[in-house]
């Protein structure tokens, strides 16, 4: 499985600058007993703000699930907005690492390779996503 990242390097030093992406790949998280039914697509932008890089995006996929009322398998559409933000701190002063750097456990971390990682954004959104309860189409349509 290939990583869904995207090459920060045009925009690392350039404040204000953004990168717009539109990427799409199939993709299942074993370690949290999801699997998806569908690619993953992803469509949004990074932004060099001068403190973080900020990701905004909308993601959309399926997901394998199971009826919580009949137990039968159905495919569960899942579509959401993601906002994270990349810290630029080790990579604008790395020989003070652990100087006066604050790291902020909300910050993701850009890649050695100046790259950033969305599919470790996307799995944590889709785990906060995902309903408690997963009713197939067919329960759903008999409450209403
Ligand atoms: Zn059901």
Do not use: H
């Not at 039968?72 to 630029?88: A, H, I, Q």
């Not at 954004?121 to 409450?143: A, D, F, M, S, Y």
Request: charged share 35%; net charge negative.
């Amino acid at each position: 499985m290939a990583p869904l990242k995207i090459d920060i390097t045009p925009i690392l030093n350039e404040i204000g600058e953004n990168i717009e992406f539109d990427l799409e790949q199939s993709a299942s998280f074993p370690e949290d007993d999801l699997d998806l039914s569908a690619p993953l697509k992803i469509k949004g932008s990074v932004m060099n703000t001068g403190q973080t890089l900020l990701l905004k995006g909308r993601v959309s996929t399926k997901i394998k699930a199971v009826c919580g009322r009949c137990l039968e398998e159905f495919s569960c559409p899942l579509e959401f907005d993601v906002e994270e933000e990349f810290s630029l701190g080790k990579m604008i002063y790395p020989e003070e690492k652990d100087a006066e750097i604050e790291e902020d456990d909300l910050l993701f971390e850009i890649d050695k390779d100046n790259t950033i990682d969305l599919l470790e954004v996307i799995r944590q959104n889709i785990i906060t996503e995902i309903p408690i309860k997963l009713l197939c189409p067919k329960e759903t349509k008999e409450e209403k």
